[in-house]
Each structure stands twice: as C-alpha cells, then as structure tokens.
C-alpha cells in the first residue's frame, strides 16, 4: 500500500524549495521504503536550483540521508525492516565490471541518474495532481520517507546518531577520501585544500588523517578558516594567493604534494591556479562542478614536463558500502569528527532558510531533522 509523504521539491531552476504532501509508491522486488530520519543540506542539491547540475525538474531534493528501513521488496538481500541505514547516493550493484574491480563510485548502474527515475525508469513520488516525479539521485531524502534499491542504503549501527550518520552519505566522504584517495596524500606531505565547506573541511580531517604534516586550507569565509583550524588544518589563508608564500617556505619553493579542491561552483580558472600550487609529481584532485562549459587554461608543457595529475573524484572515489560503515566506526573512534560539523538543524519548512545560511556562510554543514 502506496504511503502519504511531505517533501521539498524544486521545481524549476532559480525557484525556491516547495514543501508538499506526496503519495510514495510501495517498494518493488530490490527495494526498501526508508523512514527518513535526517538529511545532510548538501551543496549538490542547490545546484539543482542554480542549474549547476543538468538535472530534469521537476525532483524531490536531498541524497544524504539516514533513517530506519519500514519496509522491504521481496528480492531484498542485504536488509531488513528495522535495520538503520544511511543512504548512499551513488549505487553498488556489486557485480559490475567497476564494483567488482573495487570502484563502486563509478557502478554502472548510476546511469541515468539525472532523470531521478528508479532503476526500472519510474517515478516512486507522486504530487498530488497526479504527476510522478523522480527524486535526486534516486533517493529524495528530503521527503520524510523514500524508497529506493537496496544497493543505495547502507546498514549502520542502530546507536548511532541520525542526524551525524547522514552526513557520511555524501560529504564526508567525498572530502575525506579526495584527500586520502583520489590526492593521495600521505605522511608528511603538504596538503592544500581550496574551498572549507560541507565536503572541504572534511577533506581537511582526510589529509590530517593522513599523516600530512602541514594541512593548509584556504576559504574567503573567516569562519570556516577558523573552524577549519579546529578541526585538522595547521594553517589557514583566505586566497590560494595569500597560501603560496607558506606553502612554498615550507617545500623548498616546490609546492604542495597535493591539493583538492572542493569550492561550492569551481571554475577552470581556479582549477588551473590550484595546478600552479603544486609541485612536479603533484595531484590536484576535483571534487567540485559547477562550469559546465569545457576549458582549463593550464599549460601543457607544465604537465608533461612536471608530470603533474589533475583527477576528478566521485563520492571521494570511496565504495559506500565498505566506506560507510569505516568512516562511522572512525568516528567512534574519535578520529573522525562528526558532532562538531553541523552548526544547526532544521526543520522541513525552514529549508530556504537553511540554503540561505549556506550561501551566507554562516553554517559548516546545516541538517535537515523530520519530524514523525
């Protein structure tokens, strides 16, 4: 039976989050229906506002999310009701080429993911005139219940916080492993991170991590310099321009070993200021989107002949299903902080509100709490 769900959806580019009453559609033979307990207010998701992110409007927002499974498909395998769970927004078949080469960040099944459909290419959510609509990246945590195929939830531990879990569904992943896998940084190196967001500072705590001996993060927002500084960084600039002189007294005038760059809309311009950072033999791993139009203006003889990297990354290039849990049991651990990233919760109608602190700069990570 088809349940009654509240949920923002966007609706057009450059219009504001709608809060509205939705039918939820019964899980299929591989999915589960998940009681949305909390939602990290990812960057990601305001891209679909700004028009970042080509995706097709109308959608449910919102892909990091924990909650309680209520219900399960008859084909389900790796859950069951009750279990806790967080969502991972990008799908692990497990039996692709990519997953079964250690690389579920890129399973093939996360083709198509822009239409918000559900695997079988359906709508899971239907707005009250009638009209189904998908969901980001086929999740929708926006909504105080989802559904979604198992291999998009992940089972955690039922004592762990909600409202902390959710937010290893997107950025802490992707800002701890851009560090760790796809910069590669390692002990004693010097790190560089452009941008102290949701998915930045995290990367922050993934260099520090690490073992690098120097962690420089670099934001315009004093804030997030300072919080920042709390959490793993050894120094912190407002520009990559006012980093240099330190980075380079440091290295002997070579650079970073690593950078990633994790700004809310990147540009191929700061891309390439970020490769200049770098040493011969540096990375400079991607994490942010944003131009949609192709251009980095860098020189070709600077990366031949200084044989430096720049690599994208997805989800930190992590497998969710190993990630998860890991980054969790670091948490427990004290090595991972998760507590101190949210700077305030919210409610379901305060969700402009909460984009509009984003943008002001005022929260590290706000969070989204349902009430049921």
Known sequence: MSVEVNGAIIREVGAKWSVERMTLRDPGPTEVRIKVMASGLCHSDDHLVTGDIPNALPLVGGHEGAGIVEAVGSAVQRLKVGDHVATAYLPACGICTWCAQGMQYICDTGAGMETGMALDGSARFTTTDGQG???????????????????????????????????????????????????????????????????????????????????????????????????????????VAEAMPFVRSVTNGQGADAAVVTVGVVTGELIAEVFGAVRKRGTVAVASIGQNAPGIPISPLELVVYAKTVRGLLFGNCNPTHDIPALLGYYRSGRLKLDELITRRYRLDEINQAYEDMHAGINLRGVLVHEH
């Not at 802490?172 to 190196?189: E, F, I, K, L, Y």
């Not at 991170?193 to 670099?218: D, E, K, P, T």
Request: hydrophobic share 50%.
């Open 133 to 239: 609509i998908g969901a980001m990246q086929r999740l929708g945590t926006f909504a105080d219940r989802l559904v979604t195929d198992e291999a998009q939830a992940v089972k955690i531990d039922d004592d762990l916080p909600f409202d902390v879990a959710c937010l290893v569904s997107c950025g802490v992943g992707t800002g701890w492993g851009g560090a760790v896998n796809a910069a590669g940084v390692r002990p004693r190196d010097t790190a560089l991170v452009v941008g102290v967001g949701g998915v930045g500072i995290n990367a922050v705590q993934g260099a520090a991590h690490a073992g690098a001996a120097y962690v420089v993060a670099v934001d315009p927002v004093a804030f997030k310099r300072e919080q920042a500084l709390t959490l793993g960084a050894t120094h912190a600039f407002a520009s």
